[in-house]
């Protein structure tokens, strides 16, 4: 018995009727006359319009509507696929479509509809902007992205009728964008369908010679498939578990993909058949996976439990690679017929179900959410699409918690990237991580199976170097938000100082004017909602002084007047020598430094140099966060504006140690970590981490973090070390 997909193949023939017959075998007790009338709308509206084929155009909007129904979606579903293009190609309103077909149907197609009005520069920027839109119609309805999947594919199956550059870039764009939407939506069916026609179109050598080389040998696989499966079917006998078995080829793509990977031709690949059991109930899944391990011999490590630990996009299955007769690699999925559904039409199964169920769904998909987070932090399509395309991918890695949840994030996805698939604030106070029980650095590439563990701190916060860490979308997006919002009140701050430097020389200030409600014509004159707000754009540079004080009406400044207000924007400097004089010197024993300046403020070293006493230091002024201490020549600050400079010394009366990082490299030879380590325990300094490697060379790497209360204690430490005979160098990190 071979599996069949399901069939999307264009239907040049296919009728109104015909549409509405499957669609009666899909919704039995549903009445069907709307959508008789849809399509006669549709047909009115396409009269004028032909297909690149030279068919009439209504054949397409038929071709969408039945992939719809072969996918089990709902009457809206089908009906939008039918109108999908009337409000772009033929003036219709939303509007008239809400009148006629309901509120429901209209937003779906208006979701689909592209903005091919809008004049973009190039047409990767066009392809962003759309498929940015398309990503914030999803949210609102996942059918969108459904019924745009069904258009995708009828376009891909009749994409012989376009030229070969329209082809090509079709079919790229399918490749980049649809096929991991319909990957991360579970929608089995369409991918591998989307993936083969890509390749068809992407790599047509490559295509025609694996159809060549598979028909080749068509009389003899099945034979084989035959064969396997009435072994297999026999074994499950014995036990007496019933199910349904089926054998195919593996799609053209994935082929390919074996091939690219292990870098070998098609004659190297052992594992093109793929085998399927489905039975009733979980327990029988297991249990035919124990019946087929002592029939076939296992391969190593091919063995994946996705009922257990299930895909993002909710796919279960249980995937084990054996050897199978005449010693043939095969790839068997045991799954129950649910779960087989639910792989084939992924999310679009979920509205053939419960209305519970279908909701169920949609609350699983909080990628989609995500997404939209990031639309808010993106500064443009371009780099919205970038990211979204590298986090759709389903194929990642599985990671686990202390207490044993699991989290599945994308392959290359770091400590950084689960501490904020964690929580936002998890994330945000991370400054370090544990994978299996050893500290590994925040930039470590995460395995299946890892452990791990995030430190936190309430004194950290994010950098614009996380952004060069983090893999994920999600944590991207949190990194940028909290940077934004950083960055929003020092803008405030400085916009704020400039304005009342300038009312100064009117003789009067912001409190004085807020008093008299003189702002209300200069917010409404540039459309802001707020002070705040009118306080940013000033600090910004987006909006010049000398417009704001012609707006205020008791400010007796004209547009023809002359003022010199350069030094608003100039001088900066002021600022910062303002915001110092506001302070006392302090002398407290529990500062580890002594500030000239600015009380009451948050004051922390620098992670990118981190001084420690001796080390010549000056204090940066970050508002919104505070003093960073740095290293006088740390180069992190070479670039740095020199007003933001502050003057800062070591506070001898503070006796707490400092972390601090020093590499050691050592001829590699057993016990060498556990002689250093003894060696820095004698000189009584505190280990608080340590990591070893082994490199080519036969040498040996670590990175020590210890505790030292001054620049002389950790020389003596550096020099103690330096005195084993193992050791080659020994330096600060």
């Known amino acids: 018995m071979f599996s069949e997909r399901i069939d999307f193949s264009h239907e040049a023939n296919l009728s109104i009727d015909e549409l509405v017959r499957r669609a009666e075998l899909l919704l039995p007790e549903t009445d069907l006359s709307i959508l008789r009338k849809c399509y006669e709308f549709a047909e009115r509206m396409h009269i004028n319009h032909k297909r690149s084929s030279g068919e009439a155009y209504i054949i397409h909007p038929l071709n969408v509507a039945s992939t719809l129904v072969k996918l089990k979606m709902d009457l809206d579903s089908i009906m939008a696929g ?9 003036d219709v309103s939303p509007e008239e479509i809400s009148k006629l077909f309901g509120q429901n149907v209209a937003q779906i197609v208006v979701g689909c509809t592209k903005i091919s009005k809008i004049k973009f520069k190039t047409k990767e920027e066009s392809q962003a902007e759309n498929f940015r839109k398309m990503v914030v119609a999803m949210a609102q309805d996942l059918r969108v992205i459904i019924v745009k999947l069904a258009d995708r594919m009828h376009n891909m199956r009749t994409l012989q009728y376009v030229s070969k550059e329209k082809q090509t870039a079709k079919a790229q764009e399918t490749l980049d964008i649809y096929v991991p939407l319909a990957s991360r939506l579970g929608i089995n069916s369409v991918k591998a369908d989307l993936e083969d026609l890509c390749l068809r179109y992407i790599h047509p050598d490559v295509y025609y010679r694996l159809a060549e080389k598979i028909a080749m040998k068509k009389r003899e696989r099945e034979s084989y498939i035959e064969e396997t499966i009435s072994l297999i079917e026999e074994k499950m006998l014995e036990y007496s578990v019933q199910g349904e078995v089926t054998g195919r080829p593996k799609h053209f793509y994935s082929i390919f993909k074996k091939m690219q990977q292990r870098g070998v031709d098609f004659d190297e690949i052992q594992d093109l058949l793929a085998f399927r059991i489905l039975i009733n109930n979980i327990t029988e899944c297991y249990k035919v996976l124990g019946i087929i391990h002592s029939a076939f011999t296992p391969v190593p490590g ?13 796919y279960q299955s249980l995937h084990t690679t054996v050897i199978g007769p005449k010693a043939e690699r095969i790839e068997i999925q045991i799954r129950t017929f649910e779960m087989h559904e639910v792989a084939e039409r992924g999310v679009a199964a979920h509205w053939k179900y419960k209305e519970r169920n279908k909701s ?3 609350n699983k998909l909080k990628w989609v959410e995500e997404l939209m987070e990031f639309n808010q932090s993106a500064q443009n399509s371009s780099e919205f699409m970038d990211a979204v395309k590298n986090d759709l991918d389903v194929g990642g890695v599985f990671i686990f918690t202390p207490t044993g949840d699991v989290k599945e994030l994308r392959y290359g996805a770091t400590p950084l990237d689960f501490a904020y698939a964690v929580h936002t604030e998890v994330g945000n106070k991370t400054v370090g991580a544990k994978v299996n029980g050893k500290m590994v650095p925040l930039k470590y590439r995460l395995k299946s199976g890892d452990t791990v563990e995030i430190l936190t701190s309430k004194t950290q916060t994010p950098s614009k170097d996380w952004l060069k860490i983090c893999k994920t979308s999600r944590a991207i997006s949190k990194i940028k938000q909290y940077l934004m919002k950083i960055e929003r009140d020092e803008h405030r701050a400085r916009g704020e100082d ?23 014509a200069v917010l409404e004159k540039y459309h802001y909602k707020t002070l705040e707000e009118l306080f940013v754009n000033i600090g910004s540079n987006h909006l010049p002084i000398k417009d704001i004080l012609v707006a205020i009406p008791s400010v007796n400044l004209t547009e023809n007047d002359e003022f010199d207000f350069k030094v608003e924007e100039k001088d900066l400097d002021s600022f910062y020598k303002s915001v110092a004089k506001t302070a006392r010197k302090s002398t407290s024993k529990d500062n580890a430094v002594i500030v000239d300046g600015l009380d009451d403020i948050v004051v922390k070293m620098g992670r990118c140099c981190n001084p420690i006493p001796g080390d010549p230091i000056t204090g940066i002024i970050t508002r919104g966060r505070g003093i960073t201490v740095h290293t006088i020549g740390c180069t992190r600050i070479a670039d740095m504006d020199k007003a933001r400079n502050l003057h800062v010394e070591w506070n001898k009366h503070y006796t707490f140690a400092h972390p601090v990082n020093i590499k050691v490299t050592t001829h590699d030879k057993p016990g060498i970590l556990s002689k250093i380590s003894k060696s820095i325990n004698n000189a009584g300094i505190n280990i608080r981490s340590a990591i070893a490697r082994s490199m080519p060379d036969q040498k040996g790497s670590f990175i020590f973090e210890i505790e030292v209360k001054d620049y002389s204690e950790l020389l003596k430490t550096i020099s103690s070390i330096e005195q084993m005979e193992e050791v080659i160098s020994v330096s600060r990190a």
Not at 302 to 314: C, E, G, H, L
Not at 505 to 514: A, D, N, R
């Open 82 to 90: 039918l109108l999908h293009d009337t409000v772009e190609d033929c």
């Open 360 to 362: 169920d769904a949609v």
């Open 498 to 520: 400039l304005l009342d430097k300038a009312l100064k020389k009117f003789e009067t200030s912001i409190k004085h004017l807020e008093k008299k409600h003189e702002f209300k």
């Open 302 to 314: 091919r063995f994946k439990d996705y009922i257990a630990i299930p895909k993002v996009n909710n």
